[in-house]
């Protein structure tokens, strides 16, 4: 087959190790491989980037793609994806993880992609029963159905446990050189690694999407609980996953940073709301959302020098700024740990 007649293939690269090796495998068999990789705003990667941990280092499925040598498309979703979340046809996994109906939700702007630019199918890096919501069998059925690519969307690592796609069966994949991995276990994965010379990965074992993790869950069905669906935008969901996160009594949100780069995103973040910061000691930036009132203020500086250098001193000064008045300085008794840690949502 000359090169004008190769199979052209889009492939779901997240950056992770299942991925990366999926694209590999392709690689091997002589396919021109597209990598695809979609912003949903609720990737680590993301909120890392958006907080200023890692300001200097590439995302993960940008090291991939230039390792492997493929061409990467990089497309934001993130504001199709919010409905998705608050409301999945396939319900949640074990936190508020959208898992069956994101991979349907991804595969269909894949197979989009591929129809518009003349590719043939679709692969991912899905290993059958490694995620309980959206890996095991049914799920996987359920998800190439409900995507539109019946025949034509291929899992490379577990092929030989699933039925034939039409790429195997056309010859344009071969199915003897695909694989037969299952379960959590990353052993097979980490050896085909080092078989293909694949040295820089993420921790295979970590999952890459936030709504998974139970603190930030718990975050999320908090804010939906007072703010309200309505009220869930991509700032918020960023905001969701920074900082010290406590609820007053009067049900307005105080978010506290924990460390510098953390601070200056509360700073910068672009939600509207009052900063306080203290005057005198090392201390967080504390974000109040929206219009608090005077003593939700109070509130919010007692808290802010709680967790200041200066929590053991009688008083502590702390500067107000954005309520719509001129900057003050309040000087508060602060918080103690425990009064803190019941408000913490």
């Given at each position: 087959?000359?090169?004008?007649?190769?199979?052209?293939?889009?492939?779901?690269?997240?950056g992770?190790?299942?991925?990366?090796?999926?694209?590999?495998?392709?690689?091997?068999?002589?396919?021109?491989?597209?990598?695809?990789?979609?912003?949903?705003?609720?990737?680590?990667?993301e909120?890392?980037?958006?907080?200023?941990?890692?300001?200097s280092?590439?995302?993960?499925?940008?090291?991939?793609?230039?390792?492997?040598?493929v061409?990467l498309?990089?497309?934001d979703?993130?504001?199709?994806?919010?409905?998705?979340?608050?409301?999945?046809?396939?319900?949640?996994?074990?936190?508020?993880?959208?898992?069956?109906?994101?991979?349907?939700?991804?595969?269909?702007k894949?197979?989009?992609?591929?129809?518009?630019?003349?590719?043939?199918?679709?692969?991912?890096?899905?290993?059958?029963?490694?995620?309980?919501?959206?890996?095991?069998?049914?799920?996987l059925n359920?998800?190439?159905?409900?995507?539109?690519?019946?025949g034509?969307?291929?899992?490379?690592?577990?092929?030989?446990?699933?039925?034939?796609?039409?790429?195997?069966?056309?010859?344009?994949?071969?199915?003897?050189?695909?694989?037969?991995?299952?379960?959590?276990?990353r052993?097979?994965?980490?050896?085909?690694?080092?078989?293909?010379?694949?040295?820089?990965?993420?921790?295979p074992?970590?999952?890459?999407?936030?709504?998974?993790?139970?603190?930030?869950?718990?975050?999320?069905?908090?804010?939906?609980?007072?703010?309200?669906?309505?009220?869930?935008?991509?700032?918020?969901?960023q905001?969701?996953?920074?900082?010290?996160?406590?609820r007053?009594?009067?049900?307005?949100?105080?978010?506290?940073?924990?460390?510098?780069?953390?601070?200056?995103?509360?700073?910068?973040?672009?939600?509207e709301?009052?900063l306080?910061?203290?005057?005198?000691?090392?201390?967080?930036?504390?974000?109040?959302?929206?219009?608090?009132?005077?003593?939700?203020?109070?509130l919010?500086?007692?808290?802010?020098a709680?967790?200041?250098?200066g929590?053991?001193?009688?008083?502590?000064?702390?500067?107000?700024?954005?309520?719509?008045?001129?900057?003050?300085?309040?000087?508060?008794?602060?918080?103690?740990?425990?009064?803190?840690?019941?408000?913490?949502?």
């Open positions: 087959m000359d090169d004008k007649e190769r199979i052209k293939a889009v492939g779901l690269l997240s992770g190790l299942d991925s990366t090796l999926a694209i590999k495998i392709m690689l091997e068999q002589g396919i021109r491989v597209t990598a695809l990789h979609f912003r949903t705003g609720f990737s680590f990667v909120r890392n980037r958006v907080a200023g941990r890692e300001p280092r590439p995302y993960d499925a940008e090291r991939a793609a230039a390792m492997l040598g061409p498309e990089v497309i979703v993130s504001d199709e994806y919010l409905p998705l979340v608050l409301h999945p046809r396939y319900g949640y996994g074990s936190g508020m993880n959208p898992c069956v109906d994101c991979r349907i939700f991804l595969l269909r894949a197979k989009a992609w591929m129809e518009a630019h003349g590719h043939h199918f679709v692969f991912t890096g899905e290993v059958l029963g490694q995620r309980p919501k959206s890996q095991m069998r049914p799920s359920t998800v190439e159905r409900e995507s539109g690519l019946r034509y969307l291929l899992r490379p690592l577990s092929a030989k446990l699933l039925r034939p796609t039409v790429p195997e069966q056309r010859g344009w994949v071969n199915r003897e050189k695909l694989y037969e991995i299952s379960g959590r276990g052993k097979e994965q980490i050896r085909l690694a080092e078989q293909f010379g694949i040295t820089d990965y993420p921790q074992s970590g999952g890459c999407c936030y709504l998974i993790d139970q603190t930030y869950s718990r975050r999320l069905r908090d804010f939906l609980a007072h703010e309200g669906p309505e009220a869930l935008t991509p700032e918020q969901v905001l969701l996953a920074v900082g010290r996160h406590l007053l009594l009067s049900g307005h949100k105080v978010i506290v940073g924990r460390h510098e780069r953390e601070n200056a995103y509360l700073a910068t973040c672009g939600v709301g009052v306080l910061t203290t005057v005198d000691h090392p201390g967080p930036t504390t974000l109040v959302p929206g219009g608090p009132a005077r003593e939700e203020i109070e919010a500086a007692r808290i802010t709680g967790y200041s250098d929590k053991e001193e009688p008083a502590v000064r702390v500067e107000v700024r954005g309520d719509g008045e001129p900057v003050k300085v309040l000087t508060v008794a602060p918080m103690v740990r425990e009064e803190m840690q019941a408000l913490m949502v």
